[in-house]
């Protein structure tokens, strides 16, 4: 089955500056990438997602880059916000979509220092 | 997306009990899916139900555990006989169609067992 590996499981950084969070995947067959943010307590939503036919996506302050052939993905955030602390988790799918079949990564603790 | 609804929020269980977690998903959506959480842990995936089917159920332990999807009503997901290794937060995520569209979380309900 897929395996989703994802680094750091810790970030700190700066207010303003940006954080990078990467993840790697096992199964060249998966072809959807989303990313979920998830607050203390609350539920994971996602916030940005990406498919293997696009190496690149942006939305805002957040950008999510794909690299099928080293099958690796990653987070970008620039211009960190005070908002942003928060566990963000990458996953990947088989299916193209969807809940059914998405993996995830353990988790990346992202915390924005004033 | 406060579509989807679990119930209840916090459940405590003493070994050997029943827990019972219910899940109300969008307006519309037939397709659920339970993702297990456990401390400082990403999201294991349990089992996907459509309407009256089990779709997939490989991530689901095979004694204890059962998950239904009824034609009325919400998914219900089934611990016989807790233990206190089930203590987690357990999600429920729906979407409209299997794949290709984007799942929405509950809140989850985080269950103790004493």
């Known amino acids: 089955g897929e395996n989703v590996e994802q680094h750091p499981s810790t970030l700190s950084v700066q207010e303003g500056d940006s954080a990078v969070i990467k993840c790697t995947y096992s199964?060249?067959?998966?072809?959807?990438f989303p990313w979920y943010k998830q607050e203390l307590g609350k539920r994971p939503q996602l916030i940005i997602d990406?498919?293997?036919?696009?190496g690149e996506k942006k939305d805002q302050r957040i950008a999510v880059t794909l690299n099928k052939t080293a099958k690796h993905f990653s987070l970008h955030i620039t211009e960190t916000q005070p908002e942003d602390s928060a566990v963000y988790f990458c996953a990947a799918s088989i299916t193209g979509g969807g809940a059914d079949g998405l993996t995830f990564g353990k988790g990346t603790h992202l915390i924005i220092q004033p | 997306n406060a579509g989807v609804m679990q119930n209840p929020r916090h459940l405590v269980r003493r070994r050997g009990q029943e827990a019972r977690l219910r899940c109300s998903p969008v307006?519309?959506?037939?397709?659920v899916y339970w993702y297990r959480q456990l401390p400082e842990e990403g999201l294991k995936f349990m089992v996907y139900?459509?309407?009256?089917?089990?779709?997939?159920e490989s991530g689901m332990p095979k004694e204890r555990f059962s998950a239904e999807f009824p034609k009325e009503g919400p998914s219900i997901l089934r611990i016989q006989q807790v233990v206190r290794g089930d203590s987690a937060a357990y999600f429920c995520?729906?979407?409209?169609?299997?794949?290709?569209?984007?799942?929405?979380f509950g809140q989850g309900t985080r269950l103790t067992v004493v």
């Open positions: 199964d060249s067959a998966s072809n959807y």
């Open positions: 307006k519309g959506h037939s397709h």
């Open positions: 139900l459509q309407k009256e089917n089990i779709i997939d």
């Open positions: 995520a729906s979407s409209q169609q299997g794949a290709s569209t984007e799942a929405f």
């Open positions: 990406i498919r293997s036919n696009v």
